[in-house]
């Protein structure tokens, strides 16, 4: 079924767009999301097999960090080149052979036998894995209108989300009954399948959508790089998303040695506790999707709908997680840091749906730019908190940075406005 959203000229000043509503959802909740979810999985496997991988390999606690981390450099580094390989060739071709490429990296990682192999296979990984957010936002711009994407960027964070929140049982079960070499094999042959799906069922765009001016817009006479470079928003959304992972990335990859090492905590326990705040950050993405599109509908106003989420989301997930690591009932700082996660959720919204709203035809360098800044904070920031660690012998001070970071990217997402697109500034 397609239909013409003629209100949009309206309320966005923008021309009706041919859209196939049932088959957006029908490709998001099919292909997009569930390969996000895999995606999500494969980097689960690395982070709550690690304490295992340590002990076996006796890598120090630097060691096993920058093994973890490293997926996020050559991911990071990509980002922008990813993102216009998937406007020039679209998502369909890009993220077949970027999940069809980490995936048998994900297979091999249990082959690893040094820390010079593991540190190849991640940085392999994080090279197929670099067409995956582009690709998945720019689907989500072709087949949504602007007041459903909210909605949609919630269906594709939540089931990115959702793999820490199963990953952690999941995961820790399988390696202490059999090995944890087992959740490599299984969402790596799990990748491989998926990507073939993607291959013949993923489509760039509805079948009933007739080209738009700007498909059909020779390449030179796009927006050149220079034009985004000297936008302050282009920016802005940089630094905000660069701030907003430095917070996360406690959460992603060393949460499970702040419960094992600093809470004592045994392995299995952990990784039922390390899930939990995923969970309040996988509701917390549907939730700010729905208010998100609510408030646009009530307000005619793009920047009401996104910028103020973003900077009360930001500010108070750096704060809390620095409050919670003061809470010695560890009941209470699950909670804490839960609802520190969770408000993550109203920042991610904000600037994934900002991120489609800054341009009219090139999300893919929009979106390449923000996850290269965000995953690039993700993949130096635990370094950094590890060493201040080893310094100090004090996870509080570690956790002074996300807090500064939260306080930064809130003021960075105030001089966002996505009502304002970067090609007309």
Known sequence: M??????????????P???SWGGGWVILFALVAPINL????DRQAMTLSAPRIQAEFGFSLVQISIIIASVLWTY???QIPAGALVNRYGPRKCLFIGCLAWSVATILTPMGSSFASFLLIRLAMGVGQSPDWSSSIVTINNWFQPRRRARA????????????????PMLTQMTAHYSWKLGFYVFGVGGVIWSCLWSIFMRDRPATEEPTVEDVKPEA???????????????????????LLTIQSFFLTLMPFYLM???????????????????FLYVSVFLSGMIADAVLRRTGSVWKARTPMGMIGTFCCGTLLLVGDHVQNVTGMIVIFGLALGCSGLSQISIWTSVQDLTSGQAGIVAGWTTFWGNAASGVAPIVMVYIVRMTGSWSMALLLPFIAGMIGAICCSGTHPERPIEGT
């Open 261 to 279: 090492d600093h809470r004592h905590l045994q392995f299995t326990s952990m990784g039922w506790l390390y899930s939990l705040p995923w969970a």
């Open 17 to 19: 767009v041919r859209t």
């Open 38 to 41: 895999l995606m999500s999985l």
């Open 2 to 15: 397609s239909e013409i959203d003629a209100g949009l000229v309206d309320e966005f000043g923008m021309r």
């Open 153 to 168: 960027n919630a269906v594709l964070l939540g089931f990115l989300y959702l793999g820490s929140v199963i990953g952690g």
């Open 221 to 243: 006479d796009r927006v050149p790089m220079k034009r985004f470079l000297r936008s302050r928003q282009f920016w802005f959304i940089g630094v905000h998303y660069m701030c």
């Open 76 to 78: 990071a580094l990509l």
